[in-house]
């Protein structure tokens, strides 16, 4: 898999990557799917733009783990979801509903959950992020737990399961010391090394005729 360094922290800093790595396909009517505060809508003007998401300032409030994406089929030429289908117990079913109502491209990224527990579990932090055991019920938390290895292959598998084309496949990385890369890249292979470092993956889709 192809991998590009990018520093990515808040939600606003993953909204601009999104304005500008993607920008061939965001244009038309736009779904932004966990959109927060609805970066995008400011990024990008001129876009017929709807925000969806359970909390912050979004266009519609929608809770997917209990409703539907409430829009007709193929009703987006452009759908973007970053970091959300991993929240969602029904996962597979909100996939297939980024297709439903997508009429042409869809962008979508899940985290490497394996690398973001692995540093805690293996320094003996106590506290693993989203898969923790917090004294009060958490506000947010992960539901699924897997590799950049399944993520990626999660994708490539809904090609032919779904009337869909893959269009790009990629992981990002965050900025490091060209040294201590090149020699943990010497170390491991390359899925390996992806796994253990790299930060979440990227695609993009392309709903068929």
């Known amino acids: 898999m192809n991998r590009e360094i990018v520093s990515i922290g808040s939600r606003e800093e993953r909204s601009q990557f999104i304005a500008q790595r993607f920008a061939r396909y965001i244009n038309g009517r736009v779904l932004d799917v966990g959109c927060d505060r609805a970066h995008l809508k400011r990024l990008v003007p001129g876009?017929?733009?709807?925000?969806i998401d359970v909390g912050g300032t979004p266009d519609l409030v929608v809770n997917l783990e209990k409703e539907r994406i409430p829009f007709p089929d193929r009703d987006f030429d452009c759908v973007l979801c970053s970091d959300v289908l991993e929240h969602l117990d029904n996962l597979h079913?909100?996939?297939?509903?980024?297709?439903?109502?997508?009429?042409?491209?869809f962008v979508v990224s899940l985290p490497n959950n394996y690398a973001n527990a692995r540093k805690p579990v293996e320094r003996g932090r106590g506290s693993i992020g989203h898969y923790g055991l917090p004294v009060e019920p958490p506000v947010d938390r992960h539901k699924w737990f897997f590799s950049l290895s399944e993520a990626g292959a999660f994708f490539e598998g809904q090609v032919g399961r779904h009337p869909v084309e893959l269009v790009e496949l990629f992981c990002i990385e965050r900025p490091r010391n060209p040294l201590v890369r090149a020699v943990r890249s010497l170390r491991y292979s390359n899925e390996s090394y992806l796994n253990r470092y790299a930060h979440s993956v990227w695609a993009v889709f392309r709903r068929k005729a």
Do not use: Q
Not at 47 to 51: I, K, P, R, T
């Open 93 to 105: 079913l909100n996939f297939g509903e980024l297709i439903r109502v997508s009429r042409g491209h």
């Open 47 to 51: 876009l017929d733009y709807v925000g």
